[in-house]
């Protein structure tokens, strides 16, 4: 037995949790928040049998795009007597999915 585990972006969050539902996958979903920017992640654990892995990452991947988002960079572009570190703006990827998966030694359902 095999677990994945998915952290995706919000916005994907009910297209894969949807898909994995209809394929008659069983997950938990977890509220997260990324590190780099602070935003709202969704982490899924989806415990399956090996052959099965593939067509979950498949799921995954169809529904966990990245987009393009502007953000303030931690380190100021300039700084100036009269105002202060003036913050640069820049623009980074986001989405798509980190995908963990690892072996399951037990699994019980109670």
């Not at 780099?36 to 067509?55: K, R």
């Not at 799921?59 to 795009?65: L, Q």
Request: proline fraction near 2%.
């Amino acid at each position: 037995m095999k677990l994945v585990i998915a952290v995706i972006q919000d916005e994907d969050a009910g297209k894969v949790s949807n898909r994995l539902r209809d394929e008659d996958f069983g997950l938990t979903k977890l509220a997260s928040t990324g590190g780099f920017l602070s935003a709202g992640n969704t982490t899924l654990l989806i415990g399956v049998e090996e052959n099965q892995v593939d067509q979950v990452l498949e799921i995954v991947k169809e529904n966990c795009k990245t987009r393009k988002r502007m953000t303030t960079a931690s380190m100021p572009s300039a700084y100036t007597a009269a105002s202060g570190y003036i913050p640069r703006t820049i623009e980074v990827l986001v989405g798509g999915a980190t995908v963990f998966v690892v072996d399951v030694d037990r699994f019980e359902k109670m």
